[in-house]
Each structure stands twice: as C-alpha cells, then as structure tokens.
C-alpha cells in the first residue's frame, strides 16, 4: 500500500437524504447559531444601536416640542430622505425594534454557550498546580527554605492567605522517585518518598458571572422598552387650579401632522394648587429663578375614592398605572396667595386678609371676600373689559368677588400699585377702599406629562435594568477574581521549595500590588532569604 493510500481513512457513511441532495441542514444551522452568538455580531449590533440612537438625538423627533419649526426649516430633499428612512421616529422604527430583538437574541446564545465555562470556575476551582505551571503566570515568586519541614511552612503559609483574605485549601499528595547512584544512573532499587502541598486561595470568584449579570440588565432595558412600547401611552394635560376632567388628550403624531383625539380615564383629575418654589420670590418666573414646581391634584375613583397629591419636579405620581410628571408650565402670571387689604370708608382700623387662589375669606363684620382672577399687567381691552397686556408683573391687581353682609356681590379691583381714588375702577366699593399688598408669584398653569404603562414596563427598564446595567458594570470593571497558589515541595536535600504564583482576570496592576504583599510576608514569615520573583517564559 502506498503513502497515500495509507493517509485516506474512509469517513462514516452519508446518510441517503446528504448524498441524494448534498445538503447538511445540522451544518447549517449550527453555523448560523454559531454566527448569531458570536461576540463580534454583538458588538457590531450594539454599536449600530449607539449609532441610531444619537441620530435620535440629533434628529428632532416628531413627538418633541419644537419639532414644527425644525421640520419647516428642513429642504424638501432632507424631509423625503428623513422620513422615508423613519429618522423622525427612529425609537418606534421597525428596523430599531429588531435590533434589539437580533441583539437579545445574541446576549442569550452568547450566554448559553460561555457560562458553562464561567460556571467551572466557580464550582470546581483549580485548586492544585505544579511548579512549572506556576511559573508561567502573571505574578509568581520563589523561597527554598532549609531546617524546616513541609507542615511548618503550610501553617505559616496559611496564616498568610488567612490575614490577606484569600482562604486557603490545602491539597497533600506525595510523590515517589528513584535515587541515583553515583554514576548518575537511577537506581530502581531505592526510592525516595517526598511530600508535596499546594495551598489554593480565592477572592471575588463571582466576579467571572459579571458579563452575565450585564446581559440580564441590557435584557431587562429591552423587555421594558418593548412592553411600555406595546401597552402604553404618553399624554400631556394642562393643569389650571378649579379645572377637573376624567379625559387627555392623546395626540398621533405623523410627520408635521398632529391628529388630537381623547382618551377616556377610569377617573376624575382635578387641579387644586400649582406652585412655583422661586430662588428670589421677587424676580421672574423663570426657569433660571426656579428651585422647584409643585402641582396639587385630587383623583376622585369611583372605585377607590378620593386620593390627594402632590407632583414635583423630583417626585411623580404613580396611581394605577398612570404616572404623573411635571413637563413645563404656562408662562403667564399669576398669584398663588394674595394679600388684601381692607380699609374702611368711615375711617375705621385696616383688616389684612390672606386669600388663596380660588379661594374666599370673611372680614370681621361679615364681609365675604373671594379670590376670582388675577391679572399681572393689568389694562383694558378693545371691549372695555379688564385683561392683562402680558404674562410680566407690571401691573398686578387682583380680580375681587366682594358680598357685604345683607348686600349684592360686587366685582372689586384690588391693585398692587397706588392708584387715585377717582378713578372709577379703583373706587372704594362696599364701604372699603381694597388695596393688593403683597402676593406670591406662581404661573397661570402647570402641564403634566401622563404616561400610561399598564405593566410598568418603563420602571422595569429604567430602575431594574437602567440602575442595574451601571451597577453591573462597577462591578465587573472594579472588581476582579483574584486566585494565588502556593505549591509545597520537600527536597531531596531536605530543604522546602515553595513557589508562589497568581492569576486575576483584570485589573493587572492592583493584584500584582496584593501579591507583592502577600509575597513579602511570606517571606518574613518564613524567614528565609527569596530568590527573587520569576518573569514567565
């Protein structure tokens, strides 16, 4: 038989289907599942996602204020290529929604396949090691150690991994070989029994499933984006304190078209304060002067009764899947509370009554006084009628609703500036001249975003998964597994060899500066010269 012929071993049989057809569909699927959890297809999927997603925020989307002007300023080429490649809605796009279908597809096929792995590093640590394998790791040292024995060294190793908190197992075994005569040749005569010890000690082991926590964070961001996606909405509502409604209004946003439609709630919100915390209670109502907005709101359920809250810039309300935010205000302003005071016509002492917003009060002889309207830059309209020139304080006067006691309620103007008496309008009415001391400042209205997330899938994202991926990643960045052995070896000249040796899967720099410590003990402890540390080969 020839050379070649002797190198060709026949394979096992096709089946018929294979040799019929020449097509392995197990070849092939394989392939592809290989393909999909391969890491270099997740990464390029992950940076495509960071891609698309600060074109996202680059791109004005049509659900954001301000998006009207953005869009008119664009060319007509700019809008048919935005639009027709969904740039204007890129988080709801068909293509964005499967990459990160294609992209958890591969956190999970990359997971099934490396755990197992991961997992042996953990459940069946390497707790033995030979001097030669020592030698080649990352860090190692050598001591060799005369008028002891082995279990001296062992205890005194073991208080060192003790102390720096690497918890030592000890694995025994002894090794038998052949004497040598004085030729050089073995002696298979005479053996010679030598004991030998390796001490093992890990910290931080968990930190190999690290990777594998990230994967189930990033999975559970996706799982919340998609259920929020599928089983929410998002809505804004103005809130005017005495306004109530059991309706928002959704809007459907198409390109630079925006259909409006209700949406019927299982409940009733009313407005019953909005504030306006200000840095300088004497400035503007701006957001430069702003600590904090505060918006009251009472929620009548005909199933659960009556509910009482506050939404503020740092705490939303979340009631039966609804989640109250603050969105923006109604730059218009306006008052709070008002203080009024009451100076009666026949020369009696003032009264100083605070009012609230919408809300009423009663002077000493009876007089009720209740807090209509408030107009910061108070002047007249075409028709005559009292209005505000603008949304600025220049101007303030409080709209009165005054009823004298067995009188006629009587419309009163209380003005924050002197006016004269002779003016009809700032005339004294119902026996008192009414003059507007101070107020607090706070906006016409507040808006609310309403979100509606039935399964609150955008708390599973943001809190579970969002919180969770960065602590993830602190965990797997800063922290490491960190393994050190410290192999025991009786000589045949009665001295002890001992080799340390180290191993972390990151952070290089701070373990080689732990093993330099525990490096330096052992050998006081020891007390015995080193030899010096090994560079691997």
């Known amino acids: 038989m020839s050379v070649n012929e002797e190198s060709i071993k026949p394979g096992p049989p096709a089946s018929p289907a294979k040799a019929a057809s020449g097509f392995n569909l197990m070849g092939y699927v394989e392939a592809v599942l290989k393909f999909l959890s391969s890491v270099r297809f997740g990464v390029t999927l992950l940076v495509i996602l960071v891609i698309l997603s600060m074109i996202g925020m680059l791109i004005i989307q049509q659900n954001v204020d301000g998006f009207d002007s953005y869009y008119a300023s664009l060319t007509p080429a700019e809008r048919t290529v935005y639009g027709a490649l969904g740039l204007f809605d890129i988080y709801h796009a068909w293509y964005y929604n499967l990459l990160l279908l294609v992209l958890s597809l591969n956190i999970v096929l990359a997971s099934i396949e490396r755990f197992p792995s991961a997992w042996s590093y953990i459940r069946n640590p390497k707790k033995t090691a030979t001097a030669e394998w020592l030698k080649q790791q990352q860090v190692s040292s050598e001591y060799v150690i005369s008028g002891t024995n082995t279990e001296s060294v062992i205890d005194k190793l073991r208080g060192v991994f003790d102390r720096r908190g690497f918890t030592p197992e000890v694995t025994e075994t002894t090794t038998k070989s052949y004497a040598v005569d004085e030729s050089g040749k073995k002696d298979f005569s005479r053996t010679i029994e030598s004991k030998q010890a390796v001490l093992f000690g890990e910290r931080g082991k968990y930190n190999r499933l690290g990777a594998y926590i990230v994967h189930v964070t990033l999975l559970t961001l996706f799982l919340g984006h998609a259920v929020a996606l599928m089983t929410g909405f998002d809505a804004d509502v103005r809130m005017i304190p005495g306004d109530a409604s059991d309706q928002i209004e959704m ?73 109250f935010f603050q969105a923006q205000t109604v730059p218009i302003g306006n008052a709070r509370e008002i203080k009024i005071q009451a100076v009666p016509v026949d020369g009696g002492e003032p009264q100083t009554v605070d009012i609230m917003r919408l809300g009423s009060t009663t002077l000493a002889d009876g007089t009720v006084i209740e807090y209509d309207q408030f107009l910061p830059d108070f002047t007249f309209n075409q028709n005559g009628e009292p209005d505000t020139r603008s949304g600025e304080y220049n101007n303030p006067a409080a709209v009165l609703s005054v009823t004298p006691p067995g009188g006629e309620r009587q419309r009163v103007f209380a003005f924050g500036s002197t006016v004269p008496d002779n003016i009809p309008i700032s005339a004294p009415k119902a026996g008192y001249k009414w003059r507007l001391n101070e107020f607090e400042k706070a906006p016409f209205a507040h808006i609310l975003s309403i979100k509606y997330d039935p399964y609150n899938g955008a708390f599973i994202a943001w809190y579970f998964g969002g919180v969770g991926l960065m602590a993830a990643l602190v965990y797997v960045f800063f922290f490491s597994h960190r393994r050190i052995w410290a192999n025991v070896e009786e000589q045949a000249d009665g001295t002890v060899k001992v080799i340390l040796g180290g191993h972390t899967n990151r952070n290089h720099k701070a373990f080689e500066d732990i093993f330099n410590k525990v490096d330096a003990e052992a050998a006081h402890g020891l007390g015995q010269e080193k030899q010096g540390k090994i560079s691997p080969e």
């Not at 459907?252 to 019953?272: I, M, S």
């Open 251 to 323: 809007i459907r946003f198409e390109l630079d078209k925006r259909e409006r439609f209700a949406v019927q709630l299982p409940f009733t919100v009313t407005c019953t304060d909005v504030q306006q915390k200000l840095i300088d209670p004497s400035g503007a109502i701006d957001v430069t002067n702003t600590l904090d907005w505060r918006t009251q709101i009472r929620i009548d359920d005909p199933e659960y009764g009556t509910t009482i809250a506050d939404v503020s810039m740092n705490n939303p309300f979340h009631y039966r899947g609804f989640r």
